[in-house]
């Protein structure tokens, strides 16, 4: 059975600072990978996602992550974090096979941003 | 509205009592999904339901959860005789078939007392 492990479940850091949010995940066969945002009293969006190609994808709001699939890991990172990156952020996987469909998450890490 | 929308948002119920939870998915949008988040935690995988096959229930936690779409539109999550452990966020999202983004509702709030 699939799997997500998020590393951290609460990241702080300081407006400016890079950040990285940790994923691993567990599964014997090939996935497709995802991450999801959730913004204080808002519901989830997609952040990026990996489906095939390039191991580093780019997604919204200077967010990118990398497939690593010897290490079973996507990381997330952003060079330079904004106040309003403020959320809680999900990782997620889905078998390839099932083409995206079932997806299991992450239990989040919560970044705070401080001035 | 263009989003998932779910209601009601809040609900605050005995123990005992059922309850019944409506998700309307995005218009075109074949595949819907119910989630959990309890408090703290990461979104638990409930049911999926993709056009006209047969719902992957798989993530149901007990007989005490049902849930049930029309077509390829609004769908209700039933829980009978709730719980206490039931209090959670429920989230619905939609998709077109295995795209894998997934768009969310806002969820509803459970609460049982």
């Known amino acids: 059975a699939q799997s997500v492990t998020q590393l951290d479940s609460q990241v702080p850091v300081f407006e400016e600072a890079p950040v990285e949010l940790r994923c691993n995940y567990s599964s014997s066969v090939s996935v497709y990978l995802f991450w999801y945002v959730q913004y204080p009293n808002q519901g989830l969006q997609l952040l990026l996602k990996?489906?095939?190609?390039?191991?580093l994808v780019k997604g919204i709001n200077g967010f990118e992550a990398e497939f690593n699939k010897s290490q079973t890991s996507f990381h997330l990172r952003k060079p330079s974090v904004h106040i309003s990156d403020t959320a809680e952020y999900f990782c997620a996987v889905s078998d390839h096979g099932k083409g995206a469909q079932k997806l299991v998450f992450g239990q989040g890490t919560r970044l705070t941003i401080n001035p | 509205g263009a989003g998932v929308s779910q209601s009601p948002s809040n609900k605050v119920t005995e123990k005992g009592k059922d309850v019944e939870l409506r998700c309307d998915p995005i218009s075109g949008h074949t595949a819907l999904y119910w989630y959990r988040q309890r408090l703290g935690q990461g979104l638990e995988f409930l049911i999926y339901?993709?056009?006209?096959?047969?719902?992957?229930k798989s993530g149901l936690p007990s007989d005490r959860f049902s849930a049930e779409r029309t077509g390829e539109s609004v769908s209700t999550l039933t829980i009978q005789r709730t719980q206490q452990e039931d209090s959670a966020v429920y989230l619905c999202?939609?998709?077109?078939?295995?795209?894998?983004?997934?768009?969310f509702g806002e969820g509803s709030r459970l609460t049982v007392l």
């Open positions: 339901f993709q056009g006209n096959s047969a719902p992957d």
């Open positions: 990996y489906l095939s190609g390039s191991t």
């Open positions: 999202a939609s998709s077109l078939f295995k795209s894998g983004e997934l768009f």
